[in-house]
């Protein structure tokens, strides 16, 4: 097996530098950083993790979590996975920083900075649908700060890992849900969180996908509750009001139980069915009421636990994770399977 020793003598460089390449730690010349790795692939060099992992615990490394959704319950379970795992990780000196924001741009880049003052070798981020999060996860890169992403992905950004559902595919599920739980003229709400969340305009266009091929469905109006359930429950009531013929309502994103409250406000509570996303405590009650006829999940404890787990990986041995999109399972309840 290959040796940083024997890479660095036919490198023609230090050890150190060796070093620092393949585990992504400080700048090194671009071209020296190319030959370096070009030796390690030739000679199929493998890092001994065991040893790697050991040293690690003689530095003491930092992740930081940057979350968005400070009122969505749903986070509730990812952030105690969180902190398990992190209890897990201080046996290896490795510590985690979170940080939770609400759908604002400046307010997650301010916290993303604040991390990176602090010293972090890693991040974890359910990202802003922003070119500005583009940007800063691109400048993490260049930095050596590896970023994964978590619950919402953005596209064309260096992250080097995504942990969440398949959105497109969730919403395609919950399209084909609708459709198996209504009949007749189905005239549809959509209530969703933010324009700016990948995560929900992918839900949204996945269920598009299913409901534009039949001719009995139809979309009467979209609404942005920013995951809050008092703006959800004043939006859906006014949403309610303005469309009488709503008879169907998809939730694509938090504020739940805000806007199940406003149907129940309405009196229409027998008359509409909806569908909706996780297991959050209300929304569980809320099918066992009949309220809501289906909700699909998306296991927010894997969703904490797995990007530390990437993270720390790629920290203390230098590997890049073994898939680049880690989905969860679309794992569909309904009252009888609770």
Do not use: W
Request: proline share 3%.
């Amino acid at each position: 097996m290959a040796t940083i020793k024997e890479i660095a003598a036919l490198a023609g460089v230090s050890r150190g530098t060796v070093d620092r390449v393949l585990n992504h730690r400080g700048a090194v010349n671009p071209q020296t950083a190319e030959k370096i790795l070009e030796i390690a692939q030739a000679l199929d060099y493998k890092p001994n993790k065991a040893g790697i992992v050991l040293a690690a615990q003689k530095r003491r490394l930092k992740i930081g979590v940057v979350l968005l959704g400070q009122n969505n319950p749903f986070y509730d379970d990812v952030l105690r996975s969180i902190m398990e795992k992190a209890t897990e990780l201080e046996s290896y000196n490795c510590t985690v920083v979170i940080r939770q924001t609400d759908y604002n741009l400046e307010e997650q880049l301010l916290a993303i900075d604040e991390l990176v003052s602090e010293g972090i070798n890693g991040l974890a981020l359910s990202p802003y649908n922003a070119n500005a999060i583009r940007c800063k996860i691109d400048e993490l890169y260049e930095k050596g700060i590896p970023v994964v992403t978590l619950n919402t992905d953005i596209e064309n950004s260096k992250r080097i890992a995504y942990v969440g559902s398949n959105y497109y595919l969730s919403g395609q599920t919950a399209g084909g849900l609708m459709h198996l739980v209504t009949s007749g003229q189905v005239y549809i709400g959509i209530v969703s969180g933010s324009q700016n969340i990948l995560c929900h305009t992918e839900r949204i266009a996945g269920f598009h996908s299913v409901i534009d091929n039949y001719e009995n469905m139809h979309i009467s109006a979209t609404i942005m509750n920013q995951d809050d359930d008092f703006e959800s429950y004043e939006l859906t009531s006014r949403l309610l009001k303005a469309h009488p013929e709503i008879n169907a309502l998809y939730f694509a994103a938090g504020g739940v139980y805000g806007g199940c409250r406003a149907v129940v406000a309405s009196g229409r509570q027998y008359d509409i069915k909806i569908i909706t996303y996780d297991m959050v405590e209300t929304t569980q009650k809320m099918i066992k009421q009949g309220l809501i006829a289906a909700t699909i999940c998306q296991q927010p404890l894997l969703q904490g636990s797995k990007p530390l787990d990437i993270l720390f990986a790629n920290l203390t041995t230098g590997e890049s994770p073994q898939s680049e999109y880690n989905y969860v399972d679309v794992d569909i309840r309904i009252k009888e399977n609770l």
